[in-house]
């Protein structure tokens, strides 16, 4: 029965060295675990500009980390994945300072949620935009990525549920868990974050200016009095991405009616402007507007008042008119801000109220897009629906409440400014009845066309309606200055994540150790065959004799 055993034995006995070599890449080929991905989905990287050389946004954009759970992550080597609305601002901060990235699942519609749950994502996302973060940061509504949330958040919730029912499980249960449990790699790779040197803010303006006999009806100097009204269309926020544009939306309107009106009964040019930066870039258009022209145009410096429109469609049954400084009796604006009061009061309990805010030349931010204004000594006021300017929903990319509420919400806006502008203009009783009625009635289908007017670097339609109803159209671009730019937009493109699932650490470490007791039961197997061999040979003869 064995008597080839000898040579088997120094079979092995010689080549053992080189077998092993072949045997151990073998083992580990046929233990490893395949990674598969999961899932592949597009996100957004958080925005990323500069104002005045101070950075905010994110700075990073390559990602290739395991991912964890708020409640589980520890180390720069993760990557936490977690819904937005469940983040608070001390775990963002922290996250910020010591994680190695964060994933984001935005809300789908945030006007389902309660009053509490809105006012924490908009503090949570003002908290976000005041600050550079050095970490990749992303953003998805993909629903497929809550999935992978309750995933690696499940061992989270069933420990904290044994520790409250003071149910603990032993330590080589626990080892085998972690050994057992799955993981994912997040991976986003190939994204850019270069500065775009080629980066412009567009502004376009048009006038409504007389024609015909309306030339005669001017005041002493041969001109008509002036008044400027101003929007800026926000392009970006927390994400890049067309953003909510009630105030460029309610300008248009303004364009639109007055067009209509101001060819038959013209007492003075109305300029509008609209500009492509809004607060978060410090209002750079409106600053390259009036450096090119109030030095080249008197009369623009001459203008009776300028009105500047700034988040006039949020929620709120107040109008304030925000001021640098109060306008004394007797002037155009004070005359204006009782026009508006008056008429605000045919539409329920709408209130109208100033709002005093001197400049802080300190500040490198400014509050209001009027301050442009009335740094160059010009009478300016902005209207809003917010009270100041530090209110976080100003500049967020939620959708607070149903479109068509917020659609009769800016409806009456539009209303109370026109009216109030209308009555002011052509020396109307503010008490009288409505002036834009019959077929120039303001009724949300006038509005509607008007929200999904975009960028003029996306389409035509913003400079197409100016070229429609006004004259003298132009635009003109601010670009980031070569040695000192004021402000600085980078290169954002949509990503593709990879969430791959895998193995966690410890399972490699495990692995390894089976692989090298495996090896180690063989090698002595082999090196001391011979011995097993006499052994195995002594019991089979002392066996024999015994029969």
Same mark, same amino acid.
């Given at each position: 029965?064995?008597?080839?055993?000898?040579?088997?034995?120094?079979?092995?006995?010689?080549?053992?060295?080189?077998?092993?070599?072949?045997?151990?890449?073998?083992?580990?080929?046929?233990?490893?675990?395949?990674?598969?991905?999961?899932?592949?989905?597009?996100?957004?990287?958080?925005?990323?500009?500069?104002?005045?050389?101070?950075?905010?946004?994110?700075?990073?954009?390559?990602? $290739?980390?395991?991912?964890?759970?708020?409640?589980?992550?520890?180390?720069?080597?993760?990557?936490?994945?977690?819904?937005?609305?469940?983040?608070?601002?001390?775990?963002?901060?922290?996250?910020?300072?010591?994680?190695?990235?964060?994933?984001?699942?935005?809300?789908?519609?945030?006007?389902?949620?309660?009053?509490?749950?809105?006012?924490?994502?908009?503090?949570?996302?003002?908290?976000?935009?005041?600050?550079?973060?050095?970490?990749?940061?992303?953003?998805?509504?993909?629903?497929?990525?809550?999935?992978?949330?309750?995933?690696?958040?499940?061992?989270?919730?069933?420990?904290?549920?044994?520790?409250?029912?003071?149910?603990?499980?032993?330590?080589?249960?626990?080892?085998?868990?972690?050994?057992?449990? $799955?993981?994912?790699?997040?991976?986003?790779?190939?994204?850019?974050?270069?500065?775009?040197?080629?980066?412009?803010?567009?502004?376009?303006?048009?006038?409504?200016?007389?024609?015909?006999?309306?030339?005669?009806?001017?005041?002493?100097?041969?001109?008509?009095?002036?008044?400027?009204?101003?929007?800026?269309?926000?392009?970006?926020?927390?994400?890049?991405?067309?953003?909510?544009?009630?105030?460029?939306?309610?300008?248009?309107?303004?364009?639109?009616?007055?067009?209509?009106?101001?060819?038959?009964?013209?007492?003075?040019?109305?300029?509008?402007?609209?500009?492509?930066?809004?607060?978060?870039?410090?209002?750079?258009?409106?600053?390259?507007?009036?450096?090119?022209?109030?030095?080249?145009?008197?009369?623009?410096?001459?203008?009776?008042?300028?009105?500047?429109?700034?988040?006039?469609?949020?929620?709120?049954?107040?109008? +304030?008119?925000?001021?640098?400084?109060?306008?004394?009796?007797?002037?155009?604006?004070?005359?204006?801000?009782?026009?508006?009061?008056?008429?605000?009061?045919?539409?329920?309990?709408?209130?109208?109220?100033?709002?005093?805010?001197?400049?802080?030349?300190?500040?490198?931010?400014?509050?209001?897009?009027?301050?442009?204004?009335?740094?160059?000594?010009?009478?300016?006021?902005?209207?809003?629906?917010?009270?100041?300017?530090?209110?976080?929903?100003?500049?967020?990319?939620?959708?607070?409440?149903?479109?068509?509420?917020?659609?009769?919400?800016?409806?009456?806006?539009?209303?109370?400014?026109?009216?109030?502008?209308?009555?002011?203009?052509?020396?109307?009783?503010?008490?009288?009845?409505?002036?834009?009625?019959?077929?120039?009635?303001?009724?949300?289908?006038?509005?509607?066309?008007?929200?999904?007017?975009?960028?003029?670097?996306?389409?035509?339609?913003?400079?197409?309606? +100016?070229?429609?109803?006004?004259?003298?159209?132009?635009?003109?671009?601010?670009?980031?200055?070569?040695?000192?730019?004021?402000?600085?937009?980078?290169?954002?493109?949509?990503?593709?994540?990879?969430?791959?699932?895998?193995?966690?650490?410890?399972?490699?470490?495990?692995?390894?150790?089976?692989?090298?007791?495996?090896?180690?039961?063989?090698?002595?197997?082999?090196?001391?065959?011979?011995?097993?061999?006499?052994?195995?040979?002594?019991?089979?003869?002392?066996?024999?004799?015994?029969?």
């Amino acid at each position: 029965m064995f008597e080839d055993a000898d040579n088997f034995a120094d079979f092995f006995r010689g080549g053992l060295p080189y077998y092993l070599l072949i045997t151990l890449p073998i083992l580990i080929l046929c233990s490893s675990n395949p990674v598969l991905a999961a899932s592949e989905f597009g996100v957004q990287r958080m925005a990323q500009f500069d104002v005045h050389g101070t950075p905010y946004g994110c700075r990073a954009s390559a990602l $290739n980390l395991e991912a964890k759970s708020l409640y589980t992550w520890q180390t720069s080597r993760h990557c936490i994945v977690a819904r937005f609305q469940d983040m608070t601002i001390d775990q963002f901060r922290e996250i910020r300072a010591k994680a190695g990235g964060l994933v984001i699942r935005l809300p789908e519609d945030t006007a389902q949620l309660s009053l509490e749950e809105k006012q924490h994502i908009h503090l949570l996302e003002q908290a976000m935009m005041a600050q550079e973060i050095s970490i990749p940061v992303y953003f998805s509504r993909n629903p497929k990525l809550d999935e992978i949330i309750n995933d690696i958040t499940k061992t989270t919730t069933v420990s904290a549920q044994q520790k409250s029912s003071q149910q603990r499980e032993s330590a080589i249960s626990e080892i085998l868990g972690s050994i057992s449990a $799955n993981g994912y790699q997040i991976v986003v790779s190939g994204t850019s974050h270069n500065p775009n040197k080629q980066s412009k803010i567009p502004i376009i303006q048009g006038e409504l200016t007389p024609s015909g006999a309306g030339k005669l009806k001017t005041d002493g100097d041969g001109k008509l009095p002036l008044i400027i009204l101003t929007a800026h269309l926000d392009t970006f926020g927390l994400v890049n991405g067309p953003l909510p544009n009630g105030d460029v939306a309610a300008l248009l309107t303004l364009v639109e009616l007055f067009s209509k009106l101001h060819a038959s009964i013209p007492k003075y040019r109305l300029m509008f402007l609209i500009s492509e930066s809004g607060s978060l870039l410090n209002f750079q258009g409106m600053k390259k507007w009036l450096d090119t022209n109030l030095d080249e145009n008197v009369q623009i410096q001459q203008a009776e008042f300028v009105v500047c429109l700034d988040s006039i469609a949020k929620v709120s049954d107040s109008i +304030f008119m925000h001021v640098s400084k109060p306008p004394k009796e007797g002037t155009a604006m004070n005359g204006f801000y009782r026009t508006l009061k008056t008429v605000a009061q045919r539409y329920g309990n709408y209130t109208v109220e100033g709002v005093h805010k001197k400049i802080n030349l300190a500040d490198t931010l400014l509050a209001w897009e009027h301050e442009r204004f009335s740094m160059k000594r010009m009478p300016a006021f902005t209207l809003s629906n917010l009270k100041s300017h530090k209110d976080p929903v100003r500049n967020t990319i939620f959708q607070d409440e149903d479109p068509e509420e917020q659609l009769d919400r800016l409806e009456t806006n539009v209303k109370i400014l026109a009216e109030s502008l209308a009555a002011y203009i052509y020396q109307l009783p503010a008490e009288g009845g409505e002036i834009f009625t019959g077929t120039m009635a303001i009724t949300k289908d006038t509005i509607r066309p008007w929200l999904q007017v975009r960028s003029t670097q996306q389409n035509n339609d913003l400079k197409g309606a +100016f070229e429609k109803y006004l004259k003298n159209v132009k635009q003109i671009h601010e670009k980031p200055d070569a040695r000192e730019p004021d402000f600085m937009l980078y290169d954002e493109r949509d990503a593709l994540l990879n969430i791959y699932n895998v193995k966690p650490a410890v399972f490699d470490l495990f692995l390894t150790f089976m692989i090298v007791a495996y090896l180690a039961v063989i090698y002595f197997a082999i090196f001391y065959f011979p011995k097993l061999y006499t052994f195995v040979c002594r019991l089979t003869v002392s066996k024999t004799k015994v029969n």
